[in-house]
T-cell receptor, first 115, second 115 residues
Framework: GAGVSQSPSNKVTEKGKDVELRCDPISGHTALYWYRQSLGQGLEFLIYFQGNSAPDKSGLPSDRFSAERTGGSVSTLTIQRTQQEDSAVYLC?????????????FGPGTRLTVL | AQSVAQPEDQVNVAEGNPLTVKCTYSVSGNPYLFWYVQYPNRGLQFLLKYITGDNLVKGSYGFEAEFNKSQTSFHLKKPSALVSDSALYFCAVRDMDTGRRALTFGSGTRLQVQP
């Protein structure tokens, strides 16, 4: 079956522009996560969606970052007024419902470069 | 708060020799522990996890990890390294006693296996 997919794979934008990153989770996975991986760094949690519950937004670094999940499936991460420090690989992951110990399956990521 | 430490930025090992990639963690409750591997220009792939039960966990590609509660460690091991094991390895933790589902990742360890 298909894994987690993300688009675009690469995005180059100018400072101050808005960008939208898309994630398609594995079918049937109700949990969806966004992480950010900066060069030479580990992964930084951004936001988590679980079914119809209110998302956990505790990792969003500023109010320029937002995300939504439509119909419990596809998610879009939006970064407004991009800054150079936003340059990173943005990874999406999904996991099966139920046990909290279920592993997360990651997409290939979107590499964002802000000039 | 939960945290993960991977004390080695890079581990070098000769092909055929055993390898160990170190990980220690800190959580207020009981941990769920995970290892992921990242090949160049690829997303993270799940290797193995510790939820409960046996302290020695076996995973994909011949890797295993040993959970040591007293030392708060979860080191990744393989008896005989392959050149194809060369990649970036991430340890991650989630506190099973909190409602927070997001993983906290270490900064990663680059494994280099020499022929």
């Amino acid at each position: 079956g298909a894994g987690v997919s993300q688009s675009p794979s690469n995005k180059v934008t100018e400072k101050g522009k808005d960008v939208e990153l898309r994630c398609d989770p594995i079918s049937g996975h109700t949990a969806l996560y966004w992480y950010r991986q900066s060069l030479g760094q580990g992964l930084e949690f951004l936001i988590y969606f679980q079914g119809n519950s209110a998302p956990d937004k505790s990792g969003l670094p500023s109010d320029r970052f937002s995300a939504e999940r439509t119909g419990g499936s596809v998610s879009t991460l939006t970064i407004q007024r991009t800054q150079q420090e936003d340059s990173a690989v943005y990874l999406c992951a999904s996991s099966q419902p139920g046990l909290a110990g279920n592993e997360q399956f990651f997409g290939p990521g979107t590499r964002l470069t802000v000039l | 708060a939960q945290s993960v430490a991977q004390p080695e930025d890079q581990v070098n090992v000769a092909e055929g020799n055993p390898l160990t990639v170190k990980c220690t963690y800190s959580v207020s409750g009981n941990p769920y522990l995970f290892w992921y591997v990242q090949y160049p220009n690829r997303g993270l792939q799940f290797l193995l996890k510790y939820i409960t039960g046996d302290n020695l966990v076996k995973g994909s590609y011949g890797f295993e990890a040993e959970f040591n509660k007293s030392q708060t460690s979860f080191h990744l091991k393989k008896p005989s390294a392959l050149v194809s094991d060369s990649a970036l390895y991430f340890c991650a933790v989630r506190d099973m006693d909190t409602g927070r589902r997001a993983l906290t990742f270490g900064s990663g360890t680059r494994l280099q296996v020499q022929p």
